[in-house]
């Protein structure tokens, strides 16, 4: 009996794959184009023979049930690019080419379109001296700048701590790599990148909402509004890292911090003419730690909706944010990218930090042990500055130290996986000096125990020699 088999209609079309995408092309990384192969009418097909990998080509339409972005397939000619249509007529974003995005990345499947996209805030370019943006706080106050983020001297009077204004990124229009999502959580998704035609690595933080909770609802009483808090606590801490730098002698900040009035006396230290002012002569002075060790913020940009990763939408579904509305952009903090840290641990690194923002008058909303990398803080959302509506809501600031920093949480399970070693060891060793101590106890009770009746006999004796010797 002859084996059957069909011939197809045409031939499956395939296209190289482009050069800038020739490094993604790994032994792994094999597109299927067809769920059957078709061998040549004069030889029968084997059984057995039902799928041909394909590394060095892409199909021009994705396989079913996957998603890879649509310049994977296209010739680039053929795709429209950014900044005519797709860009929101006054964003300075519009000249940004098509981002790109690992293997990693794409193997997530596309959502559903939104049912409403909300326009998003527009960022002109600004005509200020300063440079501030038309988008304001929940006090009315500018918080971005359309200057971008270089070496020059950011401004330095008490007012702009009050109400800082955070840089752009200078490299805001380059083409942005996305090779791997880190982590997200109830403000933003963060991914490494790299912007342009190759390294350095920056960490991406991408935020959820691009407008405040008061205008996503009129009901919505609660001024949340992550993007504003983290924005001024990197301008802030930008301004400090500067006057350290070029200070000619140490800064000296108040040793104890009591209040919310304290956190702002240390903090006007670092502006024009804050170590003579009055409120800044502390007799248990000490000089400001360096921020040698804090994670530094290159400045702010924009992603259009169309250029954000395929895996944002399902990264958004796993942290469920409280606050959430599709948007036409979404803004983003560049950060330096921080490796973990090896086996032993780098306490004396998170000391600095801890020192240096309890001296620079912040404190903390939360304390989360994934949010510190590499023995840094990598997510300022977690630091509140004393310029909140209401410093005093969490108390005072309190100075701890690297090893109860997060309570027993870090002596007994360790910061993350990678440290579980190290922290059954230290479990081991409180279960050990806990049963030490209990036998120690229990031991001397009985110790106690029988001293008291051996007690009572030597008197017997002693009354019998004294009597025998009487």
């Known amino acids: 009996m002859s084996q059957e088999h069909s011939t197809p209609s045409?031939?499956?079309?395939?296209?190289?794959?482009?050069?800038?995408?020739?490094?993604?092309?790994?032994?792994?990384?094999?597109?299927?184009?067809?769920?059957?192969?078709?061998?040549?009418?004069?030889?029968?097909?084997?059984r057995h023979q039902t799928r041909s990998p394909i590394p060095p080509f892409r199909p021009l339409s994705p396989p079913p049930g996957s998603y890879i972005p649509p310049d994977l397939y296209l010739d680039s000619s053929e795709i429209p690019q950014m900044g005519d249509s797709t860009a929101q007529p006054g964003s300075s974003e519009a000249a940004r080419p098509r981002n790109h995005f690992s293997r990693q990345i794409r193997r997530y499947p596309q959502p559903p379109p939104p049912q409403k996209i909300v326009p998003a805030l527009e960022t002109p370019?600004?005509?200020?001296?300063?440079?501030?943006?038309?988008?304001?706080?929940?006090?009315?106050?500018?918080?971005?700048?359309?200057?971008?983020?270089?070496?020059?001297?950011?401004?330095?009077?008490?007012?702009?701590?009050?109400?800082?204004?955070?840089?752009?990124?200078?490299?805001?229009?380059?083409?942005?790599?996305?090779?791997?999502r880190l982590g997200e959580g109830l403000e933003g998704v963060v991914y490494r990148v790299w912007f342009g035609p190759g390294p350095p690595h920056f960490a991406l933080k991408i935020f959820w909402n691009s407008r405040s909770s008061l205008a996503q609802s009129k009901h919505n009483t609660n001024r949340h509004w992550p993007l504003v808090n983290e924005c001024q606590t990197v301008a802030r801490i930008e301004k400090i890292r500067w006057q350290l730098d070029h200070a000619e002698e140490p800064i000296m900040v108040k040793r104890k911090i009591m209040n919310g009035d304290d956190m702002r006396h240390n903090m006007r230290c670092f502006s024009e003419g804050g170590r003579t002012h009055p409120k800044c002569a502390f007799e248990d002075a000490v000089p400001m730690p360096p921020a040698d060790t804090i994670v530094r913020c290159h400045g702010w940009l924009t992603i259009p909706r169309d250029s954000l990763p395929p895996d944002f939408h399902?990264?958004?579904?796993?942290?469920?944010?409280?606050?959430?509305?599709?948007?036409?952009?979404?803004?983003?903090?560049?950060?330096?990218?921080?490796?973990?840290?090896?086996?032993?641990?780098?306490?004396?690194?998170?000391q600095e930090n801890i020192d240096f923002f309890y001296y620079a008058g912040f404190t903390y909303w939360y304390r989360k042990p994934n949010n510190w990398r590499g023995?840094?803080?990598?997510?300022?959302?977690?630091?509140?500055?004393?310029?909140?509506?209401?410093?005093?809501?969490?108390?005072?600031?309190?100075?701890?130290?690297?090893?109860?920093?997060?309570?027993?949480?870090?002596?007994?399970r360790g910061?993350?996986?990678?440290?579980?070693?190290?922290?059954?060891?230290?479990?081991?060793?409180?279960?050990?000096?806990?049963?030490?101590?209990?036998?120690?106890?229990?031991?001397?009770?009985?110790k106690d125990r029988g001293e008291k009746d051996y007690g009572d006999g030597e008197d017997n004796d002693d009354s019998v020699q004294n009597g025998n010797r009487e």
């Open 314 to 350: 399902h990264a958004r579904s796993i942290a469920n944010p409280p606050y959430y509305e599709e948007t036409s952009h979404y803004f983003a903090l560049v950060y330096d990218y921080v490796q973990r840290s090896p086996r032993d641990l780098e306490f004396y690194v998170m």
């Open 375 to 412: 023995e840094r803080l990598v997510d300022f959302g977690d630091l509140a500055s004393p310029f909140r509506s209401r410093p005093d809501w969490h108390g005072p600031p309190t100075h701890s130290t690297s090893l109860n920093f997060f309570g027993r949480l870090r002596e007994v």
């Open 10 to 46: 045409s031939p499956p079309q395939y296209q190289v794959l482009p050069a800038e995408y020739a490094d993604e092309v790994e032994d792994d990384d094999v597109v299927m184009a067809q769920t059957t192969t078709y061998p040549p009418p004069s030889s029968p097909q084997p």
């Open 125 to 180: 370019p600004s005509t200020r001296p300063d440079g501030a943006l038309d988008i304001r706080d929940f006090r009315g106050n500018p918080f971005l700048s359309d200057l971008p983020l270089d070496d020059s001297p950011p401004p330095l009077k008490y007012e702009d701590f009050v109400a800082p204004l955070l840089r752009k990124f200078p490299q805001h229009d380059q083409r942005i790599n996305f090779r791997k």
């Open 415 to 446: 910061l993350d996986t990678g440290r579980k070693k190290a922290g059954e060891e230290a479990k081991e060793k409180v279960d050990e000096e806990a049963k030490g101590k209990g036998a120690e106890e229990k031991g001397a009770e009985e």
